[in-house]
């Protein structure tokens, strides 16, 4: 300790650096001044620099480190002068030539990492390109807030339609219930055969369920029925609508109808039937004309309402005051009918209590709710963005609501699938980091040197990013095992192959084997490059594996051969650590190494299932390191 103290300070042993400049006050003080500015610069420009950085907070990785080299390096440059300054009074050399060794260390780390860093550096944008970038955000943020209104104006216009076209339709639904329930006026629909479908206050006598599924041949005998069914045969081979008067005998007396039949079209346009009205006018054919005229233009509104929202995704419904379901666009085939039932008959909790909450309080409060809604519809779910308007008589009673539906699964779908995407992200970033941290930590304490250090962790991190290139090359979903002992040992043999057999089954590694079996792999083919098989002109590698179902094992053997004279190492290197520990700790696997003279041998016992890849975001219970 004394010898240490004398070396630092041996102030016996040496003259102050003032006798150099024969303590001349104008010398001294030029280098005095001179140290002591420059060491309180030195000393300043880091802290700035710190300052900025935890002021500005995004001065992370990369960017961070370079931050912090600087710093030291500014710093111990600001030493080196303090101690040029102390040495003009004492001859403390010895300790001011460790400061400049460790301002040299810290000057050459600085270097080699900004000289490293200089593409990303370059690559960063200047103040005016992110000005400009700025600019364009901002305008784009404005395009999409005025789109963003402009489709908030679309929806309320939309809105306000299905409103008012509701409201005409209930409107034309009350005329045609008073023009067709005081008036002797027939409305039916047939389809292509001439079956009666739907008939509506029929005539002559008849009940609905006598004509529904019969033809007019069935119903009218003699001369009116080939009349009816002649101009209605025409009226669907034409795709034209006619109007034709047909006497038809009723007993002893004679009844006369004006019927009105239009041809109805399907969702392809093509014509599957006709509709139609049969008008008494026995009494009045002026009055009966009128009626007809008014059922034809109801009939034809009524078809192109129906056809507006069957052919759009809106579902469109209107409820009473104790939601019930009055009238809706639902298909036959979309939760089944709907009028007459309530929602507690629709719908399943907690969707219900969310849906029958949010028209309630449209009713309560006189205004408009909408929300986001998820309802079950069999197996699977659907999402919609349910609108809610209170529904008023015109008298400004209360008569229940009118609701809209959009389905918006799709969307929901596509925000489902991006978190699942961002938490695998985030899990595969933090097992990836913790594997290098350890890969680091372990390199470091094996290693004697900088160099040695900076060589094997760069050999081993290029091994693990192969490893990253499979996994990502494979959809994150894994590997197989020859692409894996490939990639490890590829670049180690000649380009013919001749000295690297592999052999084994169709195997394919989760992304956590894949990356453990890399390692070991990659530290398996350096000890063969530098010591073993490959190390000389002749020798060979033999990678080669089975599977055993009965056990469910995954036998893989490495064997050496051809190659130098074998002799086990005295000391248990992270090399091997990470052969014998790391894999029998993570894939709970057997590991037998075998130093033989003629050659390296190696056997490792994998229980498949620890190789089978596991679903997205699943937490591996075991470190990948020791």
């Known amino acids: 300790m004394e010898a240490l103290f004398q070396y630092l300070f041996g102030q016996a042993s040496y003259m102050p650096h003032g006798y150099c400049l024969l303590w001349r006050p104008d010398l001294l003080i030029m280098h005095a001044v001179s140290d002591g500015a420059i060491a309180l610069a030195y000393f300043a420009i880091p ?174 005998s003699g001369e009116a029925a080939q009349t009816v069914t002649d101009h209605k045969q025409r009226i669907l081979k034409t795709g034209e609508a006619e109007t034709f008067e047909v006497e038809i005998p009723d007993g002893t007396a004679t009844s006369w109808f004006r019927v009105n039949v239009t041809p109805a079209h399907n969702d392809q346009g093509e014509v599957d039937g006709v509709v139609g009205t049969a008008i008494d006018i026995t009494r009045s054919k002026r009055l009966e004309a009128m009626r007809a005229d008014l059922s034809r233009r109801l009939s034809a509104t009524v078809q192109r309402f129906n056809l507006a929202l069957r052919s759009s995704e809106i579902l469109v419904f209107s409820q009473d005051r104790d939601l019930r379901y009055t009238w809706s666009n639902w298909s036959a ?178 992304p956590d084997a894949m990356q453990t079996l890399s390692l070991a792999l990659h530290e398996l083919a350096t000890n063969a490059a530098k010591y073993g098989a490959l190390s000389n002109e002749t020798g060979k590698v033999r990678v080669e594996w089975t599977i055993d179902p009965r056990e469910g094992i995954l036998e893989l053997k490495w064997t050496e051969e051809g190659g130098p004279p074998v002799i086990e190492p005295k000391r248990r290197g992270f090399g091997r650590i990470v052969i014998e520990r790391n894999v029998a700790r993570s894939l709970g696997a057997e590991v037998r190494l075998d130093f033989a003279s003629d050659g390296l041998k190696g056997v490792f016992r994998i229980p498949l299932a620890q190789i089978r890849a596991q679903d997205a975001g699943d937490e591996d219970p075991r470190p990948v390191f020791a």
């Open 47 to 220: 802290l700035a620099i710190i300052v900025l950085a935890r002021r500005r907070g995004d001065l992370t990785g990369d960017v961070g480190h370079v931050v912090v080299l600087f710093s030291a390096f500014i710093l111990a440059c600001g030493i080196t002068h303090i101690g040029s300054l102390l040495t003009l009074w004492y001859p403390i050399y010895g300790l001011h030539a460790l400061a400049k060794i460790a301002t040299a260390i810290v000057s050459i780390m600085t270097a080699v990492v900004v000289w490293r860093l200089l593409p990303a550096l370059s690559r960063l944008p200047s103040i005016s390109q992110v000005e400009r970038m700025n600019k364009q955000l901002l305008e784009e943020v404005d395009a999409r807030r005025k789109a963003y209104e402009e489709l908030e104006a679309v929806r309320a216009n939309l809105e306000r339609d299905v409103a008012d076209r509701t409201r005409e339709l209930d409107r034309i639904k009350q005329l045609y219930d008073v023009a067709t329930s005081g008036a002797q006026i027939t409305v039916f629909a047939q389809d292509q055969d001439l079956r009666y479908t739907w008939v509506h206050n029929p005539s002559l006598g008849l009940e609905i369920d006598e004509m529904v599924g019969k033809r007019d041949v069935d119903l009218v």
């Open 333 to 510: 085939d979309f939760g089944g009918p709907a009028i007459g039932k309530t929602d507690a008959d629709m719908y399943r909790e907690p969707e219900r209590s969310q849906i029958v909450s949010l028209k309630q309080a449209a009713m309560d409060s006189g205004e408009a709710q909408s929300s986001e809604i998820r309802v079950q519809l069999g197996d699977h779910y659907v999402w919609y963005i349910l609108t809610v308007e209170p529904d008023f008589a015109p008298d400004g009673e209360l008569r229940g609501v009118i609701c809209a539906a959009v389905d918006i699964t799709e969307r929901k779908d596509h925000e489902q699938r991006m978190r699942l995407v961002m938490r695998e992200l985030s899990h595969r970033s933090k097992n990836l980091l913790a594997v290098v941290q350890a890969i680091a930590r372990q390199t470091a304490q094996q290693a004697d040197s900088v160099k040695e250090f900076l060589e094997k962790f760069g050999e081993r991190v290029r091994a693990l990013a192969g490893a990253q290139d499979l996994l990502v090359a494979g959809n994150w979903s894994g590997a197989s095992l020859a692409d894996v002992v490939d990639g490890q040992l590829g670049h180690y043999v000649p380009e013919d192959g001749g000295r690297l057999v592999v052999e084994g089954p169709e195997v394919r590694l989760s």
